[in-house]
Antibody
């Protein structure tokens, strides 16, 4: 069955870089896009970006300069890297597959010194 | 970027009520509109795709409709398990954009 699981550090210091991994199973990254979505505590959902099945990427205009999404198809993993983190980046981070019918459980990231 | 204006932000309702949540798109998005339900501490759940299609396993009391640039999610008879946050998402063009959300709560 299709599964996605996010992993990464729970705590990141301000100005540092966040690195998250979305490990998928039951689906091929060469035929499925994967999006990253985040949700600050008590707030709404924000689409961050996508890596398409052909490896191309698109990003949210507001964070485009800080964000990079990549993948390793051999390991069935999608990576998110975002630099210059601030407290406003504290959020639950989710990955979801094409169609948004399957989501990971999310990983909470706190930006704090 | 396409803006999705969602209303209301909060919707107090009673069990058995018929409720409707609306998203308005700032540009043409065709039927590239999805609706999600999210309960506290959980990942969002896809409810409607293609503006009007019920996702797998979603109860038939949920329905989606479109009128021009206005998209609606309707619950025909509210049940206690429907109390949650609801979001729309346009995927017509990147960057994709969510509506701001609607909190459905018991009156």
């Amino acid at each position: 069955q299709v599964q996605l699981k996010e992993s990464g550090p729970g705590l990141v210091q301000p100005s540092q870089t966040l690195s998250l991994t979305c490990t998928v199973s039951g689906l091929s990254l060469t035929s499925n896009s994967v999006s990253w979505i985040r949700q600050p505590p008590g707030k709404g959902l924000e689409w961050m970006g996508v890596i398409w099945s052909n490896g191309g990427t698109d990003y949210n205009s507001a964070i485009k300069s800080r964000l990079s999404i990549s993948r390793d198809t051999s390991k069935s993993q999608v990576f998110l890297k975002m630099n210059s983190l601030q407290t406003e980046d504290t959020a639950m981070y989710f990955c979801a597959r094409k169609g948004f019918d399957y989501w990971g459980q999310g990983v909470m990231v706190t930006v704090s010194s | 970027d396409i803006q999705m204006t969602q209303a209301p932000s909060s919707l107090p309702a009673s069990l058995g009520d018929r409720v409707t949540i609306t998203c308005r798109a700032s540009q043409d998005i065709g039927n590239y509109l999805r609706w999600f339900q999210q309960k506290p501490g959980k990942s969002p759940r896809l409810m409607i795709y293609g503006a009007t299609n019920l996702a797998a396993g979603v109860p038939s009391r949920f329905s989606g409709s479109r009128s021009g640039s206005d998209y609606s999610l309707t619950i025909s008879s509210l049940e206690s398990e429907d109390m949650a946050d609801y979001y729309c998402l346009q995927s017509k063009e990147s960057p994709f954009t969510f509506g701001s959300g609607t909190k459905l709560e018991i009156k």
